[in-house]
């Protein structure tokens, strides 16, 4: 599965930390988007698509959520709980989130400005067209 973990580096001092985060170099696209979960109803569960091209880097800024991905081969999931930690998320994954805890804001950074026409929101078309990206 095309999934990796990035690890930020705090350049914080004994006033606290802080995080920089720019495109092409510890994000690995051009930052094109950004945008923000809060105040996330606990049961709710977000996602149910794919992205025809979107990338996406995911940090949660405060408490945690979980993410469920799935290649349409192999499924992951991932809980994010730190602001040191960016979950990578590339085209052709299905993504799931669940169990946000009351204070979860997750930040999103994304590789292209907001495109309806690039989500994929049915489960089986998804596999359809993630088996022909695959070959
Ligand atoms: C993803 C996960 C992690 C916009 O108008 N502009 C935007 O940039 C975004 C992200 C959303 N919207 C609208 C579209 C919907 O009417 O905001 C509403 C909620 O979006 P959605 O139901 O897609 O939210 P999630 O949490 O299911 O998914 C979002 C992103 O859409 C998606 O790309 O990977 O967060």
Redesign the pocket.
Known sequence: MKLKILNFDSLGDERGDLVSLESNLNIPFEIK?V?Y?FDTDTDSV??F?A?YE?K?V?IALKGQCTFHLDDGKEKQVVVLNSPLKGLL?ESFLW?E?SDFSDDCVLL?IASQH?DEADYIRNYEEFLKEASQNDT
């Open positions: 988007r945008y979960l977000r996602g698509h992205h979107l996406q995911v998320i993504r989130m999103v907001y």
